[in-house]
């Protein structure tokens, strides 16, 4: 049955066109710098906030029309499937990704629970063979259950431990069986909300304790996935362990796990750690763990994670000339884990907000190859640091210079002559680019 009746695939159309069942940027067989948009973008569904989510807030009951809520317990989980594999066909989307509590309702008990999961898994592996569909990734659902209050790999509870460590080789097992392309982490309640009463150091140790069994099973059934750690600073819990990427570095690097992890980075996850997008990218970029995005946006006047789905061409063209710079994101790919807004609460919004984010990416990947190949960022930043190419500059990066030497240079050369960072000049060239291409 179809349960977006009135909605027609959805096809490029170009910037001129009026329909709103079209895409005005996106158009995925169309090259640029060297390979489709298809291929740079790699977009991918979010089952969670588009297949499950009500409308619901902390002020209000649902309000989401969604012809497939009539059914209930797994009728509804396979419903959902179906719905799933029509809005992927018609957005023409290569790829979506799912939480294992998204898919199936958990039962009485973790067998029980366990079984509901084959049963849709064995569906959803059905319609990837029939339609080409892909799974980006798919991770564990360790914060929803109040078991989870303590947290999961972190918890002070060690039955918990073991429960999430099971949900988790439940999920490795999934990721296999389907050709997940990587597995993500994230820790939904890994955190504190108070010093008093926790054990910091044990905590990280578990953490890192369970990361590692976890890979040691992926070896051990052949599931060759991309491991992933997805960072965020807080909500729910006050603080919580990924804080932000470079955070996260410093705990893969201690615990001996940067060879086998990357980062899959979010854009409103980085708003909240008082950071921008592009920040975040750049850091996991220049420590070679750019892994795969989570794409949506939040609200600058809210201090929650509004998960907006991404609109923001200043931002989509910063994320993409990271993307590009790191030469694409290998495995990952552009996830959009967005939810329409409470207000938007019929079927056919879910796929006005697909079709505003993907066409926002896709003119951001125009505009970002455009920049580096007129090395618009690149020539400024050679010629700004051009000192360190010569001279004491050189010495300097070589490793020659000594603090006796850089003393002896500094009395000999005491004026000193800055020169302007043109940022507001810089702003406005990227503002030409983008209302230019």
Not at 301 to 317: I, K, R, S, V
């Amino acid at each position: 049955m179809s349960y977006f009746t009135g909605v027609p695939t959805i096809e490029y159309e170009g910037a001129r066109s009026t329909n709103p069942f079209a895409f005005k940027h996106y158009d995925p067989g169309a090259v640029v710098a060297g390979k489709t948009m298809q291929e740079h973008l790699r977009f991918a569904v979010a089952y969670w906030h588009t297949l499950t989510a009500s409308g619901a807030d902390p002020f209000g009951a649902g309000t989401a029309v969604r012809p497939w809520d009539r059914f209930t317990g797994l009728d509804l989980a396979k419903a959902r499937v179906e719905a799933a594999f029509e809005l992927i066909a018609k957005l023409k989307v290569p790829f979506f990704c799912f939480h294992d509590r998204d898919i199936a309702p958990e039962g009485d008990t973790l067998q029980e629970t366990n079984r509901n999961l084959d049963v849709i898994v064995a569906s959803i592996k059905e319609y990837m063979k029939s339609t080409g569909t892909k799974l980006l990734w798919n991770t564990a659902n360790m914060f929803t259950h109040p078991r989870f209050v303590h947290g999961a790999g972190t918890t002070n509870n060690a039955d918990v431990y073991a429960y999430a460590a099971a949900q988790i080789k439940k999920g490795l097992e999934v990721g296999k069986e389907l050709g997940a392309e990587n597995y993500v982490f994230w820790g939904g309640r890994e955190g504190y909300e108070s010093l008093l009463h926790t054990d910091m150091q044990l905590e990280l140790d578990n953490l890192a304790r369970l990361y590692r069994m976890a890979l040691d099973y992926a070896d051990e059934i052949g599931f060759k996935a991309q491991f992933l750690i997805e960072p965020k600073p807080k909500e729910p819990t006050k603080h919580q362990y990924d804080f932000d990427a470079a955070t996260t570095i410093a705990f893969l690097q201690h615990y001996g796990l940067k060879d086998r992890f990357k980062l899959n980075l979010e854009a409103n996850h980085a708003t909240l750690a008082g950071h921008t997008f592009e920040h975040e990218l750049r850091t996991a970029r220049m420590h070679g763990v750019l892994g795969s995005l989570d794409a949506n946006q939040g609200d600058m006047l809210l201090g929650w994670d509004t998960d907006e789905f991404p609109t923001d061409l200043y931002a989509t063209t910063l994320t993409m000339y990271e993307v590009l710079q790191n030469g694409g994101l290998g495995n990952g790919g552009i996830n959009f884990d967005a939810k329409v807004r409470r207000g938007s609460f019929e079927p056919d919004d879910l796929f006005h907000a697909h079709i505003a984010g993907m066409d926002a990416y896709a003119k951001g990947l125009r505009v970002a190859a455009k920049l580096i190949e007129d090395r618009v960022f690149e020539d400024v930043i050679d010629r700004r640091y051009a000192s360190f190419k010569e001279g004491i500059g050189r010495d300097i990066v070589s490793g020659k210079a000594t603090l006796a030497s850089l003393e002896q240079y500094a009395l000999q050369h005491e004026t000193i002559r800055n020169e302007s960072g043109r940022q507001e000049r810089l702003k406005a060239i990227l503002n030409q680019y983008l209302l230019s291409e």
